[in-house]
C-alpha cells in the first residue's frame, strides 16, 4: 500500500475544491481523470475518503485527518521550492534566523545590518517565535539559529548563553520617578503599571520580583509585547516594566527608561539544531558578529561602570 505524490496531488484538489469537477479544472485534467485516481486511491489504502450527501462530496473523517498530513508535504515541497528559488537568486545562500519577539526591532536587526555589509550575497530570511516555538522550528529546518531571550531547554538543541540582561521601568520623563537613577519595586507599584500576561515568561519573571519583596502592582493593562507596553506608556496608561533588548534601538521621544534597584535578570541565548548538517557557512559568519557586537557592548559597559 502505497500514497504516491501524484495520488496526493489529486485527494488535495478534491479536499480543496470540494468537488471532482472543481479538482479537474485545478489540476487541468479531466473529471474522470479526477474520478479514476480517487477510487484508486481509496482501493490501494483500503479507505473511504469521500461520500455522496445530497449530491454534494463529503470528506470522510480519515480524508480530514489524512489530508492534515498532506499539507504538511506541501509546505515543505514550496519551502523546498522557494530555498531552490533563492538559491538561484542568491550564489551565497539563504540564512534563517529566528529570534524572541523583544529583540525584533531594536536588537536583532543592526546585527543583520552588520552581516550583510559584510556578506551581501547571502539572503537573509527573519522572523520572531515564540520560547515554546523555537526547538520544533529548528529540528525542522525552519530556521538555522535562534536567539531567545530565556533559555530553552530541549534535548534537540544546543543552548549557548551569550549575555545577561536586565529589566528596566520606562515611563513618561516628566513623571516624578523619572529623575532618580534606579526605583525600587515598591515605588513601581505604587503607580498604574501596564504588565506582561504571567502566562508568559516575562510576565512570570516580573511577578516573582513583585513577589519577592511583597509587593502587589498596580496592574491596570495586560500585554503580550514590549513594543505594545511602549505604545501604553506613550499614551499615558501607566509605568510598564520592560527587558533592555526591546529598547536598545532607543525609546520614542518623551519617554525614559529607569534602572531597577532590585535586578530582574534575563539570560540571552543562541539556539542551535544539536543534530543532523554541521552549521554552514553562513549562520557561523553571523554567530560570529553577533557575539563580537556582545563583547564590545560589554567592554563599553565596564569602561563606564554600568551593569
Known amino acids: 500500500m502505497r500514497f504516491k505524490l501524484r495520488q496526493m496531488e489529486v485527494f488535495r484538489a478534491v479536499m480543496l475544491t470540494g468537488s471532482m469537477s472543481g479538482a479537474a479544472r485545478l489540476l487541468n485534467i479531466t473529471q474522470p481523470a479526477v474520478s479514476r ?29 489524512l489530508v492534515a498530513e498532506v499539507e504538511k508535504l506541501y509546505e515543505g515541497a ?67 539559529l535562534a536567539i531567545s531571550v530565556f533559555p530553552v531547554e530541549d534535548p534537540a538543541v544546543t543552548c549557548e548563553p551569550l549575555t545577561t540582561g536586565e529589566m528596566m521601568c520606562i515611563m513618561p520623563e516628566t513623571h516624578g520617578l523619572a529623575r532618580q537613577d534606579a526605583v525600587s519595586l515598591a515605588e513601581i ?75 530582574i535578570r534575563m539570560t540571552l541565548s543562541l539556539l542551535q539544531p544539536r543534530y543532523g548538517l554541521p552549521q554552514g557557512q553562513n549562520a557561523r559568519a553571523f554567530i560570529a558578529i553577533l557575539k563580537a557586537r556582545l563583547r564590545m557592548k560589554s567592554s563599553r559597559h565596564s569602561s563606564t561602570g554600568k551593569t
Open 78 to 144: 514550496r519551502q523546498v521550492d522557494e530555498l531552490a528559488r533563492e538559491l538561484a537568486k542568491k550564489p551565497g545562500g539563504t540564512l534563517t534566523i529566528a529570534a524572541s519577539p523583544s529583540l525584533a526591532l531594536g536588537f536583532i536587526p543592526p546585527v543583520i545590518a552588520q552581516f550583510l555589509q559584510a556578506h551581501p550575497q547571502v539572503h537573509v530570511r527573519y522572523h520572531t517565535t515564540l520560547l515554546a516555538d523555537m526547538a520544533r522550528e529548528l529540528m525542522a529546518r525552519q530556521a538555522n
Open 189 to 263: 507599584g505604587e503607580h498604574p503599571l501596564v504588565m506582561y500576561d504571567r502566562a508568559i515568561p516575562f510576565g512570570r519573571l516580573i511577578g516573582q520580583a513583585f513577589d519577592a519583596v511583597s509587593v502587589t502592582p498596580r496592574t491596570v493593562m495586560e500585554i503580550p509585547r514590549a513594543e505594545l507596553a511602549v505604545a501604553m506608556v506613550r499614551a499615558g496608561i501607566g509605568l510598564s516594566v520592560i527587558d533592555e533588548f526591546a529598547v536598545a534601538g532607543g525609546l520614542p521621544a518623551g519617554l525614559v527608561g529607569v534602572r531597577i534597584r532590585e535586578p
Open 37 to 65: 485516481v480517487v477510487a484508486y486511491t481509496e482501493q490501494s489504502l483500503g479507505l473511504v475518503l469521500f461520500e455522496r450527501a445530497g449530491g454534494k462530496l463529503v470528506p470522510t473523517a480519515e480524508a480530514q485527518t
